[in-house]
């Protein structure tokens, strides 16, 4: 299955992309995991795992989208059962992002887990961060302007069937082109879709 599933902060209203940057919170392809939380921006933004204090992988560091292959700066989320089937299997879970002029912080807890904060479990009105634990992602304004080179974003829940990242990785021993495989076959993804019991949004 050729597919790329998103769950971003964009601002889809401009035309000069990602002058307002952009946030994965949850990207990947097929089955492939662990999830990868990633920045998008102008040139001018990179991150250094010596000044994140998180639990993640640090996986790639200029956030600059013409470099890299528009890579991204992304951490590589460090629990068991954060993507794909994996994720489904045990009833998904929990992704939260706190975003201040100085930081962008990720967590995630998985459906079981014993340390869910009580304000998330709940969907509680107000959240208090600070007892959250140490966040997977930790991204930091210490050679990043944050504040300037994020601005109003919206929320984008996404599945791209190939696409540049899932039609780049497509297996050579796999028949035909992606684009072909999609079309000669939707009820391969009769099964893709996303499941939100809830999206909650604080300020």
Sequence with gaps: MQMWAKNTLLNPFITDWPNAGEVDIIEGVNDVSPNHSTLH???GCTMSASNMVQTGSLSTTNCF???NGNAGCGVAVNKPNN???AFNN???GWYA????PTKINL???GRNEANIPADVKNGASTINTS???TPYANFVNNSCDLNSKFGPNNIIINLTLCGDWAGAVYPSSCPSTCVDFVNNNPAAFKDAYWDFA????YQ
């Design 131 to 133: 007892n959250w634990g």
């Design 65 to 67: 989208w013409q470099v």
């Design 198 to 201: 809830s999206l909650r949004v």
């Design 90 to 92: 045990i009833g998904g």
């Design 97 to 100: 992002m706190e975003r201040t």
């Design 83 to 85: 993507y794909g089937n």
């Design 107 to 109: 967590w995630y807890w």
């Design 41 to 43: 921006t102008t040139d």
